[in-house]
Nanobody, 120 residues
Framework: QVQLTESGGGSVQAGGSLRLSCVVSGSPLCVGWFRQGPGKEREGIASINNSRGTKTYAASVKGRFTISRDNAKTTLYLQMNSLKPEDTAMYFC????????????????WGQGTQVTVSS
């Protein structure tokens, strides 16, 4: 059984940075981050394959956000730099026994979410 617990959300001005953390229990094949902005669909933004360490990103965050994990694979991070108001959303940690965790229908496990608000 996989359990996910996020932390690290908050409010920041445009151009600022935040780091999200997710404590992962269990051994899913992939872990990742999704977000859901006001009135928008949930979007997969970053994924890491726990077997190979392969990282993939959505175009909307590539070059600004970095996904990483600790060596024990118990904590997942999302470093968010150069934040924009359009990054305002609820951010969710996600896991699955799939090669990649970027597609919502593949996700088997969700965290409770943490709010990120970026002001202009």
């Amino acid at each position: 059984q996989v359990q996910l617990t996020e932390s690290g959300g908050g409010s920041v001005q445009a151009g600022g940075s935040l780091r999200l953390s997710c404590v992962v229990s269990g051994s899913p094949l992939c872990v990742g981050w999704f977000r859901q902005g006001p009135g928008k669909e949930r979007e997969g933004i970053a994924s890491i394959n726990n077997s190979r360490g392969t990282k993939t990103y959505a175009a909307s965050v590539k070059g600004r956000f970095t996904i990483s994990r600790d060596n024990a694979k118990t904590t997942l991070y999302l470093q968010m730099n150069s934040l924009k108001p359009e990054d305002t959303a609820m951010y969710f940690c996600a896991a699955a026994d799939k090669w990649s965790c970027l597609i919502q229908r593949d996700i088997g496990y969700w965290g409770q979410g943490t709010q990120v608000t970026v002001s202009s």
